[in-house]
């Protein structure tokens, strides 16, 4: 069985940083294509950042780039997502998720809350 | 940037048929994926590739996908159908992922 398992969310403050984790298990981690889709509270899903599993190239919403950076280690079998500069628009849960990047998203993590409050 | 509209909201009887669209510029020739959220819990993929049910989905679920328009269809919906369902593609013109903005399905 497939399982994902985010942490690292909590409060950060306008222009800090965080760093969420995704554990996976239940899969080959390094043969597929990962991702992060957040959610902002009473709001619609919006996709965050995709990982490919072959070649890892990187893919961001424009509404991230420049200031998240998704990666990966096989070794561990964890999703990483390094959030800079973070902004109070950032607020939402952050879902990690298998497959994206031309492939649905199937499963879903039970998503992590991240708060970007003064 | 590519745009993917739904209709904010639909209202059926319970054992009749939820029809949800997601509108977009030739939607027909990309793959389209659904999701149903209930309150407080993640998504969950219910279709992908324009019409096709991941094991564990019931068969009521089914969906198609033409021009400009794609639809996910519930046939003889049941109170534990009532969610939000959100439409997704990949638009490879961006290398993005795109989400519709969600249709609250409420069962009467």
């Known amino acids: 069985e497939v399982q994902l398992v985010e942490s690292g969310g909590g409060l950060a403050q306008p222009g800090g940083s965080l760093r969420l984790s995704c554990a996976a298990s239940g899969f080959t981690f390094s043969s597929y294509s990962m991702s992060w889709v957040r959610q902002a509270p009473g709001k619609g899903l919006e996709w965050v950042s995709g990982?490919?599993?072959?070649?890892?190239?990187?893919y961001y919403a424009d509404s991230v780039k420049g200031r998240f950076t998704i990666s990966r280690d096989s070794s561990k079998n964890t999703l990483y997502l390094q959030m800079n500069s973070l902004r109070a628009e950032d607020t939402a849960v952050y879902y990690c998720?298998?497959?994206?990047?031309?492939?649905?998203?199937?499963?879903w993590g039970q998503g992590t809350l991240v708060t970007v409050s003064s | 940037s590519y745009v993917l509209t739904q209709p904010p909201s639909v209202s059926v009887a319970p054992g009749e048929t939820a029809t949800i669209t997601c509108g977009g510029n030739t939607i027909g020739s990309k793959s389209v994926h659904w999701y149903q959220q209930k309150p407080g819990q993640a998504p969950v993929l219910v279709i992908y590739?324009?019409?096709n049910r991941p094991s564990g989905i019931p068969e009521r679920f089914s969906g198609s996908n033409s021009g400009n328009t794609a639809t996910l269809t519930i046939s003889r919906v049941e109170a534990g159908d009532e969610a939000d369902y959100y439409c997704?593609?990949?638009?490879?013109?961006?290398?993005?992922?795109?989400f519709g903005g969600g249709t609250k399905l409420t069962v009467l």
């Open positions: 990982l490919r599993g072959s070649g890892g190239n990187t």
């Open positions: 997704q593609v990949w638009d490879s013109s961006s290398d993005h992922v795109v």
């Open positions: 590739n324009d019409n």
């Open positions: 998720t298998k497959e994206g990047v031309e492939k649905p998203f199937d499963p």
